[in-house]
């Protein structure tokens, strides 16, 4: 063994050992709340802080889910994330395609004014009064159409498209296809990698959306689940169950196992997502990055 080698794995292993020591520091603090919510209060309030629970207790989920608030905010904000993610990718899509054409009249102009809403935006205020005099308050219209197209999204979709080969859309030209039948039969197959990326960028955001859920959404009753989270633990109290379906030996769990469980049912259903669209994760974002 050389002595570069040599040098070359102590790098490596010192590596392996400060990443590993990062990623445990990152995962503990999620590994509490999951385990804070399956433990008993008594041990919780016993110990204060526990990553091995000893005495397991579903108090927590059986509390929440003991009134219909959390189960239909969470029905909400799942056809949320699923349908305003198909409307957003149909649209960045749309827009992304012609872009990519260099034939395009206008194409850098509508470039320039794309980029120029990646530095500057119209603000809180009177993104909030255009909302307003389209009537989409208490709509939930109002939190996928203010975002329905992301710059940055746009940007590298429309330099993912502009990567195919120019032979594929001539030929299916040839056959006869027309611009959209090059784009949903020639385009979209080979996209893929790119689309699922970009799918998990708006679903995360339409899954985790919280100001403008505040900002538009006068009614309680279409809240998303983030809201009620923030309800949750701005009062600090267990006011979400209904104590009157449970029996008298009942007692009701100290609000901190609470918010942990309504953190862990907020969270693991789009933690589940990630895993089948990882392999497609890196590749889409990179396919799109090299050329301007």
């Known amino acids: 063994m050389t002595r570069t080698s040599f040098y070359s794995r102590i790098f490596d292993v010192s590596l392996a050992i400060v990443l590993a020591i990062f990623a445990m520091l990152s995962f503990i603090p999620f590994l509490y709340v999951v385990a804070a919510s399956f433990t008993s209060s008594a041990e919780l309030l016993r110990k204060g802080f526990v990553l091995f629970p000893t005495s397991f207790s579903l108090d927590g989920y059986r ?3 003991s009134t219909s ?6 029905c909400v904000t799942i056809i949320l994330a699923v349908v305003g993610t198909l409307i957003n ?4 899509v749309l827009m992304a395609y012609p872009l990519a054409r260099k034939d395009l009249a206008g194409r850098r102009f509508l470039m320039l004014m794309i980029v120029f809403t990646l530095i500057f935006s119209g603000g809180m205020i009177p993104t909030y009064l255009v909302v307003k005099s389209l009537h989409l308050l208490d709509s939930y219209w109002s939190l996928v159409l203010p975002g329905l197209i992301n710059a ?5 979709l429309k330099n993912f498209f502009q990567q195919l080969p120019e032979g594929l859309e001539e030929s299916a030209r040839i056959d006869g296809c027309s611009d959209y039948g090059v784009l949903f039969r020639i385009v979209l197959p080979l996209s893929g990698s790119a689309l699922a990326t970009f799918g998990l960028f708006y679903a995360v955001g339409h899954w985790n959306t919280f100001f403008n859920a505040i900002l538009y959404m006068n009614d309680a009753h279409k809240w998303p689940i983030q809201v ?6 701005i009062l600090s109290q267990g006011g979400i169950g209904d104590s ?3 029996d008298d030996s009942f007692i009701v769990p100290p609000p901190a196992i609470i918010k942990m469980a309504v953190i862990v049912i907020s969270t693991v259903p789009i933690l589940l997502v990630y895993p089948f669209l990882q392999r497609h994760f890196a590749k889409g974002v990179l396919l799109g990055s090299v050329k301007g």
Not at 152 to 156: A, K, M, Q, T
Request: aromatic residues 22%; charged residues 5%; glycine residues 0%.
């Open 69 to 74: 608030t959390i189960t239909r905010s969470l």
């Open 89 to 92: 990718l149909f649209a960045t």
């Open 152 to 156: 940055f999204n746009l940007i590298v």
């Open 244 to 246: 009157q379906n449970f």
């Open 63 to 65: 509390y929440i889910f």
């Open 228 to 233: 009620w989270l923030r309800q949750i633990i």
